[in-house]
């Protein structure tokens, strides 16, 4: 067994404890409405976020002791976005945008039919959707605040990741520099970690000219989001939906290489948030560095044969 070594505060627990059962399912009711109202408006990208107006309208509303509290009461609502279907095991997640005081929340993701290393953890959910939106994490809330190893590792590739806060309702308030006090950190290969919003490749070149003309931009803005400092390999997907709307998604790598998440990985956390499900993926188009040190052409077309056996798969060379 695991020995605890911070100390929590027993008046989170304590005020946490005061709020009748009632009132916190009505907070996660009125939460996931006004998060739903959201869900159509795709190109904002709002997908599983709680606005910063309609979170602090909660805290007024409800006497909450400020946004952290609120997190911690929609734990139990995150977990809808959650899909273990292997160990049945949910878990919630609600991260804080340090740019805009939106909540997001977020939940474990598993695949059945390929390997457990394609898993994605809350913690991850939660951060990539932020990397995805270009925005950082100032404080993520989770059931205990010790995430495991993987997510501590994930977590620590982000530039602002030293000061990120995660708090539980057990009373904890720690910062990632308590949890994981000597990282092994992008500083390792000189690199500063991923920055929200950067346009990491904005030179990418497709290798191929017959994509669907409304297909390239998105790809190439996809691309240029990719966080690929290690391999030089950026990775990008489009999945077209059968509404007619889009999801992009872009891959993030880690100084130690595992965890990084791939791209149709990103997009799927997407598409979640915003509600949709895997059998709402028409075609997916992949962006990769083909037969370069990461190329993400088989990996892609097996999970998508997994999640989506029906869609079209296109596949496109490019040049970083």
Known sequence: MSVNPFQADPHIVERLARIAPEVVQTIGHRAAAAIAANNDALGA??????SAA??????????????RELMLLLLEPAKAYARPPISNFFVGAVGLEAQTGNLILGG???????????????????AT??????????????????????????LSEFAASRDLELIDPLGHVLTMAQLYPWPFDPDYLGERGAVAGLSNWPGLQLARSDLAVDVVPALLQAGARAYAPYSQCPGAVVLDLADGKRITGASIESVSFNPTIPPLQAALIDL????????????????????GHVDYARSTAELLDRVAPDADLTISGWTP
Request: glycine share 16%; aromatic share 8%.
């Open 54 to 67: 309609d979170a602090a309208s909660l805290v007024a509303e409800f006497g909450l002791d400020g946004v």
């Open 129 to 154: 959707r932020a990397f995805s939106r270009g925005t950082d994490l100032a404080a993520i809330a989770i059931g205990e605040a010790h995430p495991c190893a993987h997510c501590r590792q994930y």
């Open 108 to 126: 474990n993701v598993e695949f059945p039919g390929t390997h457990l290393g394609t898993t994605l953890h809350g913690e991850g959910f939660v």
């Open 45 to 50: 990208n709002m997908g599983g976020v709680l």
């Open 272 to 291: 979640l948030a915003h509600g949709y499900g895997y059998d709402d993926i028409r075609e997916v188009t992949l962006g990769t560095v083909l037969a």
